[in-house]
Nanobody, 125 residues
C-alpha cells in the first residue's frame, strides 16, 4: 500500500521560510517522479515543483511563480521528498500536496498516481 504523508506546514510572516517534508512508503521502482502541488480555495491545483529521481543527479522543474525561491529535493535513504520554501509571499498561502507518479509533467496533476492528504501553509503580510 502506497502512503504519502506531508508535514511542515505552518503560519509564517512574508519573507520567511518553511521546509515541507513528504514521507513515502510502498512506492515501487517504476515511480520516478515526485512533485509538490498546491491549491487555495477557488483556484485550480497548481504545480509547484517536481523531481525526476531516475537520473543522477536528479532532474527538477519549477512553476514560474516559485522558481528561484523554492527547492525540491529527494533523500533516497529516508524515502522523503522535501520542499524548501524561501522568501515566502502571501500568494504562497495554500494547501500543499505531495504527489508521486511516472510522468515528469508538472502541468498535469492527473498524471500523478498517488497523493498525500496535504499540509497547510499560510503566509501573512
Amino acid at each position: 500500500q502506497v502512503r504519502l504523508v506531508e508535514s511542515g506546514g505552518d503560519s509564517v510572516q512574508a519573507g520567511g521560510s518553511l521546509r515541507l517534508s513528504c514521507g513515502t512508503s510502498g512506492l515501487t521502482y517504476m515511480t520516478k517522479v515526485m512533485a509538490w502541488f498546491r491549491q487555495s480555495p477557488g483556484k485550480e491545483r497548481e504545480g509547484v515543483a517536481a523531481i525526476y529521481i531516475g537520473t543522477n543527479p536528479s532532474t527538477t522543474v519549477y512553476g514560474d511563480s516559485v522558481r528561484g525561491r523554492f527547492t525540491i529535493s529527494h533523500e533516497h535513504a529516508e524515502s522523503t521528498v522535501y520542499l524548501q520554501m524561501n522568501v515566502l509571499k502571501p500568494d504562497d498561502t495554500a494547501m500543499y500536496y505531495c504527489a508521486a507518479g511516472r510522468v515528469f509533467n508538472l502541468d498535469s496533476p492527473t498524471d500523478f498516481d498517488y497523493w498525500g492528504q496535504g499540509t497547510q501553509v499560510t503566509v501573512s503580510s
